[in-house]
């Protein structure tokens, strides 16, 4: 597997990580953990270094996991995980944001028990505290990482405003922000900000929440707990209208003996050395698929021709509610 550095921090991962949130969250009922924790292995033995979770996956369970599954290979791997969200004490569910700095700080000392770890390798704030400045998050986190329990600061879905700001007081290793054929914002302000910076980006949802796979239509039905079923992006209509975007990726995956997916990871890989996606799979036949994209060299003129495609397609639905779309800085 190749390596990439996020940005100027020095922090080495795997070309492409592996988002664990789905083998506990978000897609249906949690998986067989047995099954995801020999996933894990699997992923650590064919070279991944990175993996991502979240407090309020679950929530808790899903940090529960990756720090079983990833115990006997801690020295081996990065862990990144997040706080940010106030959790109801009774239903666990998210109520809102909380980035106050005790609060980070609590937070820290729960993810380290449920990580089995020490330290945590990349902690990010999940989403912008409207009510927290963020150099006092930038200042809370500063201290942990003083403190030895956290080694590197990020940030999601942040504006670029924030990220100076937060950068100003501690350096920032990574932003995580969605990015895909099919989410392209970042591309306005954030990522020359990164490169101006010296900031790593990595791109979650980096195949559609599933649709750039190529696997789904508009016929397709989810789970009941799957939250896509709340999506605006993944109604039926906006579906059927979108899949002009799956087959462009489909004639180039065709030509390139690739699969769609591949494509599409190829594709954020192929523009700057310092952006690793961590698309998410419960399936070990995804994940070799997915790995096998670092091996895919998509040419300049593969990359005019898939600019040149896409830009004929407008992507149908909004990617959030507009409840959780306002929780974003973008």
């Known amino acids: 597997m190749k390596k990439r550095k996020l940005g100027k921090s020095g922090l080495e991962v795997s070309a492409i990580g592996l988002g664990c949130m789905g083998m506990s969250f978000g897609y249906g009922p949690p998986k067989d953990k047995q099954e995801m924790i020999s996933l894990l292995h699997d992923a650590v033995e ?128 990574a932003i995580q922000n969605e990015y895909s054929l099919w989410w392209r914002k970042p591309e306005h302000q954030v990522l020359p900000l990164l490169e101006e910076l010296g900031i790593g980006f990595v791109p979650y949802s980096p195949l559609g929440r599933g649709f750039l796979t190529g696997k789904m239509n508009e016929n397709t039905t989810f789970d009941n707990n799957d939250f896509r079923n709340t999506l605006p992006r993944f109604t039926p209509e906006a579906r059927k209208a979108n899949q002009a975007l799956v087959d462009l990726l489909g004639e180039i995956a065709k030509r390139k003996k690739a699969t769609p997916a591949q494509i599409a990871l190829a594709w954020l890989l192929a523009p700057k050395p310092w952006i690793v996606p961590i698309p998410g799979t419960t399936k070990m036949n995804r994940l070799e698929e997915n790995l096998g994209a670092v091996e895919i060299e998509l040419t300049s003129d593969d990359l005019r021709e898939i600019e040149s495609a896409a830009s004929q397609v407008e992507v149908q639905g909004a990617r959030y509610p507009a409840t959780l779309e306002a929780m974003t800085g973008l």
């Open 46 to 173: 064919r070279g991944v270094t990175f993996f991502d979770t979240a407090e309020v996956y679950g929530p808790f369970i899903n940090e529960e996991l990756v720090g079983e599954g990833l115990a006997p290979f801690r020295e081996r791997v990065v862990i990144a995980t997040k706080f940010g969200f106030k959790l109801d004490p009774k239903t666990g569910r998210s109520i809102g944001v909380d980035s106050r700095p005790e609060h980070i700080k609590e937070v820290a000392e729960a993810s380290l028990k449920r990580l089995r770890t020490d330290v945590i390798d990349l902690f990010y704030q999940h989403r912008v505290d409207p009510e927290v400045p963020i150099e006092d998050v930038a200042r809370a986190v500063k201290d942990l990482i003083r403190e030895g329990k956290v080694k590197h600061f990020g940030l999601s879905e942040p504006g670029v405003q924030t990220i100076r700001r937060a950068h100003a007081v501690q350096p920032v290793t």
